[in-house]
């Protein structure tokens, strides 16, 4: 079953500019994790932000956790055309051996 | 560390023909593997929870008869699609979780394989 939510489906930007999108969920997690999805490949997985982290920066990714809003972010500044692809928010549930839960993501476009 | 491997990547076979997709960790061991199904444009939906030893648990409407799954050791499972059907045409990702030890929680993924039904 898919638990988050992202929004905007899909976004298409100029190079250089920043690029947000947003994931909601449902129930509470132990982590929550943003994935990038190349057109016919495979998972590459960006940053992993804990429940009780409310910020994270890798690089050009800045990855937000509102946990009493069951949402999350993630902004790519300074967009290249290289970022044209798929990206997922994926949780990861608080209880035991649990798969994580995919969103259904957003189809980012960079247009140089 | 903490990779997995598919194999094949990509597979085309006729309609009703059986299909073997082989799940490894490579540098670890794994007690649960995942598997995954992903239709064009669409996210990744969970298909079955793949325990070594143990009987897979399976999605609902995720028919067990028809993707069958074993998971005979601690870093290899597969997933066998039986009697395949051009529906059955997508992309099949496994992830495995490993045993124990700081990587505990993570789950780790693998390549994807490509499955087209003819």
């Known amino acids: 079953s898919q638990q988050g939510e992202e929004d905007p489906q899909a976004l298409s930007i100029q190079e250089g500019e920043n690029a947000t999108m947003n994931c909601s969920y449902k129930?509470?997690?132990?982590?929550l994790q943003w994935y990038r999805q190349n057109s016919g490949r495979g998972l590459v997985h960006l940053i992993l932000?804990?429940?009780?982290?409310r910020e994270k920066h890798s690089g050009r990714l800045r990855v937000t956790l509102d946990t009493s809003k069951k949402s999350s972010s993630l902004l790519i500044t300074a967009s290249r055309a290289a970022d044209t692809a798929s990206y997922f928010c994926a949780t990861a549930p608080n209880s035991g051996n649990t798969p994580l839960v995919f969103g259904k993501g957003t189809r980012l476009s960079v247009i140089a | 560390g903490a990779v997995v491997s598919q194999h094949p990547s990509w597979v085309i076979c006729k309609s009703g023909t059986s299909v073997k997709i082989e799940c490894r960790s490579l540098?670890?061991?794994?007690?649960?593997m995942f598997w995954y199904r992903q239709f064009p444009k669409q996210s990744l939906m969970l298909m079955a929870t793949?325990?070594?030893?143990?009987?897979?648990?399976?999605e609902q409407g995720v028919e067990k008869d028809k993707f069958l799954i074993n998971h005979a050791s601690l870093t290899l499972s597969t997933l066998t699609v039986t009697s395949a059907h051009p529906e059955d045409s997508s992309f099949y990702i496994c992830?495995?979780?490993?045993?124990?030890?700081?990587?505990?929680?993570?789950?780790?993924f693998g390549p994807g394989t490509r499955l087209t039904v003819l």
């Open positions: 793949s325990n070594e030893g143990s009987k897979a648990t399976y």
């Open positions: 129930t509470s997690i132990n982590n």
């Open positions: 932000i804990r429940s009780n982290e």
């Open positions: 992830s495995a979780r490993p045993a124990g030890g700081p990587l505990y929680n993570e789950q780790f």
């Open positions: 540098d670890f061991q794994a007690t649960t």
